[in-house]
């Protein structure tokens, strides 16, 4: 008489939000695949969504390889404006990653995968797992005020990061028995933003030609603060201190705001293991500074293996 077939629980990877910081899956996910865990369904919110269907797609080395090389003006070469919706539209980046990483429909990826929207009329929580994976892509990608909005299936779809930064429900709907979530939000509380330094004790830096490359970021943002009024209530005992630029109060907005949803949609959905790469110095538009992210990613998914080897998973390492 046969042994009846062992079952072998399903690992979900759950890729969480945070911009720049999301270049650290790549690591996480080097680490786990070089421990020799099996993973059998991805999911993600914003760059989650994005490096995760790369992955999904059999590219991650690809991608890899390329994020390494970026550099501030490589960042900026990508940058659409657009003032419908958004500051950027995003078709060129689309675009360029629909010839280097994902050209197949989501039915057709090697991996199970999943992105996570938010509906910004009903500001419900859309899951995207069928169709056009870029489009999917770049729906949980659309951060307000920064990416035009997406239309699709007669909605209008934002970042998934303002309803779900940390998708564990989906995971555990498309299957996953065991969860392994990746939290880019964990070390930012009170860090959201640099304190603004006093005016007169600033000293000015040379330009260098990457500094110039995003030059034209700098002049929107100084002009826009420049439109902002010096309020009689201010205390004039208080040293005259810099107004923070419109990206960095995005920034830091987006940052409280999603890892408040973090800690509480985690107290009701908990994943069996949470992996947190330490990455609160990078900024929002940090996307040239991969190596640094990456080798956090990886530094953090190997101090949490000892966690994922009591689960009935195989690892090899």
Not at 69 to 76: E, I, K, Y
Not at 86 to 107: C, P, S, T
Not at 131 to 142: D, E
């Amino acid at each position: 008489m046969t042994n009846p077939t062992r079952y072998r629980p399903k690992v979900g990877l759950i890729l969480g939000s945070g911009a720049a910081r999301g270049w650290a899956h790549i690591g996480v996910i080097q680490a786990l695949r070089d421990a020799g865990l099996h993973v059998d369904i991805v999911c993600g919110t914003s760059i989650g969504a994005l490096v995760g269907a790369v992955y999904a797609n059999s590219r991650l080395d690809a991608l890899d390889e390329w994020v390494r090389t970026l550099s501030v003006r490589d960042v900026v070469s990508f940058m659409d404006l657009t003032w419908t919706g958004g500051v950027l539209k995003g078709e060129r980046l689309m675009a360029f990653f629909r010839q280097r990483f994902l050209d197949r429909n989501i039915e057709a990826l090697d991996l199970p995968f999943g992105a996570v929207a938010t509906s910004l009329y009903g500001g419900t929580e859309v899951w995207l797992r069928s169709g056009n994976t870029l489009n999917a892509v770049r729906a949980s990608i659309a951060l307000p005020a920064l990416f035009a909005p997406v239309r699709h299936n007669g909605q209008i779809l934002v970042d998934g990061g303002l309803v779900n930064p940390v998708p564990v429900s989906l995971a555990r709907a498309m299957g996953a028995d065991i969860l392994i979530a990746v939290d880019l939000n964990s070390d930012l509380l009170g860090r959201h933003l640099r304190r603004p330094t006093p005016v007169a004790t600033q000293a000015r830096l040379p330009e260098s030609p990457e500094i110039h490359a995003n030059n034209w970021l700098d002049k929107l943002q100084n002009n826009l603060s420049a439109l902002l009024p010096d309020f009689a209530g201010n205390d004039t005992n208080e040293p005259h201190l810099e107004i923070p630029s419109m990206l960095d109060v995005v920034a830091a907005s987006i940052n409280i705001m999603q890892e408040r949803i973090t800690r509480s949609r985690m107290v009701g959905e908990p994943p069996h293991v949470v992996i947190t790469p330490r990455l609160s110095h990078l900024g929002l538009m940090d996307f040239h500074r991969a190596q640094e992210a990456i080798t956090e990613g990886r530094r953090a998914a190997q101090e949490a293996l000892d966690d994922i080897r009591t689960f009935d998973v195989k690892l090899t390492g």
